[in-house]
């Protein structure tokens, strides 16, 4: 998990610390078109890695972007190798392969934005296998307690899958409990109430038995016998 960075530079330190004591090394950076935006947030993660952060995962209103190229750039010649840097929301292949050569082929790894499901699950799997690094497909299904996209992530041939929209009503998400006019339990991400759904765990759990049972119907035993099982099924669907 990363801490995001919608927070005054001294809580987020503070936050990123104690969480950090838990094992967390990873925080989220902000760029944006305003300038003045953009040298906070550089301060920002200089402060974040000279508090212990390892991974930084980058979002912007200018997704891969030259300008957004530039700001990355920035960081990874302030971190050296003391950090590592995902970027966030590449829309499809041509701007992931154009971004990583702006960057020196430097980047850890990329999370395809929600879109990138519009443009077909085979679509997303040539993207994944012709990338030059690791892919993270992001959460698409922001209404939903509970994922069911994580298994067609995996499938697709991503290493990762990002969880914020599914762990965003955590007990351990930033915010207080309030509720709605139907008087549910929510709390605020992203400018959007989600419904409250308790621990962590719970819902990690809950992504545990999914993902096991998906993987039951296809006997796979591991990851790695998925993505097989999934390559089988292309090719006799061709």
């Not at 971004?99 to 077909?120: C, M, N, R, S, W």
């Not at 762990?167 to 989600?194: I, Q, R, S, W």
């Amino acid at each position: 998990p990363a801490i995001h960075d919608r927070l005054p530079f001294e809580d987020n330190v503070a936050i990123f610390e104690a969480a950090r004591k838990k094992g967390l090394v990873a925080a989220g950076i902000v760029f944006g078109e305003n300038q003045e935006i953009n040298r906070l947030s550089q301060e920002r993660a200089k402060l974040l890695l000279e508090a212990g952060a390892t991974l930084f995962v980058v979002t912007s209103s200018m997704p891969a972007s030259m300008a957004l190229a530039n700001e990355v750039n920035r960081m990874l010649l302030a971190f050296g190798d003391k950090a590592a840097i995902i970027v966030k929301d590449m829309p499809n292949e041509k701007a992931l392969v154009d971004f990583h050569e702006a960057t020196l082929k430097k980047v850890a790894a990329y999370i395809l934005g929600p879109y990138a499901y519009d443009l077909g699950t085979k679509t997303v799997q040539e993207i994944i296998q012709k990338s030059p690094v690791d892919i993270i497909v992001g959460d698409a299904l922001t209404e939903d307690d509970y994922p069911v996209n994580v298994t067609e992530a995996l499938i697709a041939g991503a290493k990762m899958v990002m969880l914020s929209n599914y762990l965003a009503a955590t007990d351990e998400a930033p915010g207080e409990v309030v509720f709605d006019e139907k008087g549910k339990m929510c709390k605020h991400y992203n400018g959007k109430l989600k419904n409250y759904v308790g621990s962590a765990a719970n819902v990690l759990e809950k992504i545990k038995k999914n993902l096991q049972d998906d993987m039951r119907l296809v006997n796979a035993k591991n990851i790695e016998e998925l993505w097989l099982s999934a390559e089988k099924i292309d090719r006799n669907t061709e």
